[in-house]
């Protein structure tokens, strides 16, 4: 059973950089797609962006000038960067494995980590 | 972007009633289309992928139909742990994006 553990500050100030680092447990990396989603009051579910494995990213338009996924499949791990926060960015961020078909991999989550809340402070 | 309207916001029901819950995308999305549960405290859960297909585990009396711009979620009849929030997402290709709608609570009534 895969499992995705968050890891990280709970509490970063406004202006600075917000750091996750999801561990993967069960499974392998390979293969796969893997995401960060956050859920917040004001704008629900948001998709932050993907990298599969190998280090190939797409991120969110809204928020590709100041995200940064990196992964690191020795360490079984993938990591978040999210600059120039703002309360805003307060939220929970969950990660999460992209879903894949027996050919074809898409952007649906199948398995989730349960989640870290992250409160910008001023 | 896409966006994705459900609807109710809330659904009061009793158990073993059937539950009908409807998303509406502002351009088509063809199937792509899926549906997620939520509880308190946990993180979505996948019931649904590409509109109809059901997710590996997700019992039988989960539904889902729909393609184009209206999509629904069918459950026929409310067990007790169904009560929790439904959400819809749907995938673009390219650019790869993924969007979600504002949700939709089935409470106990």
């Known amino acids: 059973q895969v499992r995705l553990q968050e890891s990280g500050p709970g509490l970063v100030k406004s202006s600075e950089t917000l750091s996750l680092t999801c561990t993967v447990s069960g499974g392998s990396m390979n293969s796969y797609y893997w995401s960060w989603i956050r859920q917040s009051p004001g704008k629900g579910l948001e998709w932050i962006g993907y990298?599969?494995?190998?280090?190939?990213?797409n991120y969110n338009p809204s928020l590709k000038s100041r995200v940064s996924i990196s992964v690191d499949t020795s360490k079984n791990q993938f990591s978040l960067r999210l600059s120039s926060v703002t309360a805003a960015d307060t939220a929970v961020y969950y990660c999460?494995?992209?879903?894949?078909?027996?050919?074809?991999?898409?952007?649906?989550?199948?398995?989730w980590g349960q989640g870290t809340l992250v409160t910008v402070s001023s | 972007e896409i966006l994705l309207t459900q609807s109710p916001a809330t659904l009061s029901l009793s158990p073993g009633e059937r539950a009908t819950l409807s998303c509406r995308a502002s351009q088509s999305v063809s199937s792509s289309l899926a549906w997620y549960q939520q509880k308190p405290g946990q993180a979505p859960r996948l019931l649904i992928y590409d509109a109809s297909n059901r997710a590996t585990g997700i019992p039988a009396r989960f539904s889902g139909g729909g393609s184009g711009t209206d999509f629904s979620l069918t459950i026929s009849s409310l067990e007790p742990e169904d009560f929790a929030v439904y959400y819809c997402?749907?995938?673009?290709?390219?650019?790869?994006?993924?969007?979600f709608g504002q949700g939709t609570k089935v409470e106990i009534k």
């Open positions: 990298i599969y494995y190998s280090g190939t990213t």
């Open positions: 999460a494995r992209n879903y894949c078909g027996s050919t074809i991999c898409h952007l649906y989550f199948d398995y």
């Open positions: 997402q749907q995938r673009s290709n390219w650019p790869p994006e993924a969007t």
